[in-house]
């Protein structure tokens, strides 16, 4: 299908006239931002690993990962960096509702708050995330994989006093989202092949719907604003789809928040950064075999390069 008419083009002089917020050169690390990652499970602690590295790779100053407990300690070692916060575990690996709990006592310390990479348990992501989103009103909030269940949450939660009508929700304040084809699908109940086949529609109607920012990721990927603003990018290779790629594009769009942009620009800069990411690396390996955790370490040099002239 064709794209509307005023869809942007994400290229680099897109990007250049663009710039990110830069701090001061005599700026400390809590000007830069300080991002919280909500990520990770005792099978999958590796996604919160490559969210949080990547975070910080793409500028951000302060790093407080919220983790399972059964594996915050390792996680705490490999990222020296961060504070580490153990959370209570469900039977099924996710995060107690204590968590809201303890988060909620960070919320007027953070920029920008990514939920989702690596998260299981959809019902309990989905309670979290339903408790999170008031007392993180005043921050850029990522809602990313399992996060995004919050849409298709019982249709009585505990956490609220009345039933929430799921099927016309809308944020109280907007939020990025950043499903592929298939989770877009599966949120909305629309047909996959339908989403692939008019991505600008299918993001463009979510995000109208959703009061959110939506990133519908794949091979041309869309971003759409409440608003009915909408960017795409063709780029990167098929390298990028690889098991922790897209934890490593929340985690640098994140980190891109915490510093100050916005929603919209943060998915904008994030998507050609990840995409350029896998390019320098595809030179260095070839176009099949680079690892998710390798995407991170390429970013502070595209930074650079796409910085203003």
């Known amino acids: ?81 961060a504070r580490v916060i153990g959370l209570a575990e469900t039977a099924a690996g996710g995060f107690a509702i204590d968590a809201a709990r303890r988060l909620a006592e960070l919320a007027d310390k953070v920029d920008a708050l990514l939920i989702g990479p690596g998260m299981q348990d959809e019902a309990a992501s989905a309670e979290l995330v339903r408790a999170l989103l008031p007392r993180y009103a005043h921050c850029k909030v990522i809602l990313d994989a399992g996060a995004m269940e919050v849409l298709r949450a019982p249709a009585d939660p505990p956490l609220l006093a009345e039933p929430v009508d799921f099927e016309h929700y809308r944020f109280a304040e907007p939020v990025l989202l950043t499903p592929h084809a298939g989770e ?62 897209g934890d490593a594009l929340a985690g640098i769009i994140a980190g891109l928040a915490a510093r100050g942009a916005t929603l919209e620009q943060a998915a904008a800069w994030g998507v050609a950064l990840h995409a350029a990411a896998g390019e320098q690396l595809s030179l260095r390996y070839g176009v099949l075999g680079y690892l998710a955790r390798e995407i991170s370490a390429e970013v502070p040099a595209l930074l650079r390069t796409l910085a203003p002239a």
């Open 184 to 245: 877009l699908a599966h949120l909305s109940g629309e047909d996959k092949q339908a989403v692939q086949g008019n991505p600008h529609e299918a993001a463009g109607h979510a995000a109208e719907r959703w009061n959110a920012v939506v990133a519908l990721k794949g091979a041309t990927t869309v971003i759409a604003s409440p608003g009915g603003d909408l960017w795409q990018h063709q780029g990167g290779n098929i390298g990028l789809a690889i098991s922790g790629s």
């Open 1 to 81: 299908m064709p794209r509307p008419d005023h869809t942007i083009d994400i290229v680099m002089r897109t990007l250049r006239d663009w710039p990110l917020p830069m701090p001061h050169f005599d700026s400390d690390k809590e000007v830069r931002g300080h991002v919280l990652v909500v990520a990770g499970s005792r099978e999958m602690p590796g996604a919160a690993l490559l969210a949080a590295t990547a975070a910080l790779r793409s500028g951000a100053g302060k790093l407080t990962l919220a983790t399972a407990a059964s594996v915050a300690p390792h996680l705490g070692a490999a990222l020296p960096e």
